[in-house]
């Protein structure tokens, strides 16, 4: 049977579906990138950065992840992120986030550099959220920031970040 009869042949209860991850560190996987047109007049075009998560990192809480259930297939979260293009400072941003995925920025063809992302390794801290879509449903997912090139120096950055993050929030409860 090819995969697409097998995916047909499925019922809608057998599909796994994501399950909002604990906080930490994940090894992200760029699945790609587009700018989109403002959605309303005298609005900012924004580029949509998609990453599926490949796994966690030491800082996540391996209770937190058990709780997920053995097997987890983690490629099933993705992750987006949209860079709103407003000012210069923007435009900035977002080639840094292509650079920290190590694509080659050099020059005007930011299709070419979107076509190099796709593949790319990078880390980033995510944290659980919730929101209630348009049609009134609950939805729970994870947030992505603090993106860092996907290397072992880049790892301890992160779990660094995150210990600073945890030290914050018990001073605060003081």
Known sequence: MSDYE?????GWDNIPQPKQLPEGSYLLVSRGASIQAPTKEGGNPNILFVHSVKEAMDDVDDGDLKKLGDGYDFSL????????LE??????GARAMLKK?????SGDDYKEAFKDLRG???????TPHSFVNN???????NRASNFVPANA???????AQRALHTERLKITAK
């Open 87 to 92: 000012t210069a400072a923007d435009y900035s």
């Open 77 to 84: 979260n993705r992750i987006f992120t949209r860079v709103w």
């Open 153 to 159: 120096y880049a790892y301890s950055q992160v779990a």
């Open 101 to 105: 995925h190590g694509v080659d920025t």
């Open 6 to 10: 097998n995916i047909l042949s499925k």
């Open 120 to 126: 790319k390794e990078i880390v980033a801290f995510l």
């Open 135 to 141: 049609a009134g449903d609950e939805v729970q997912d």
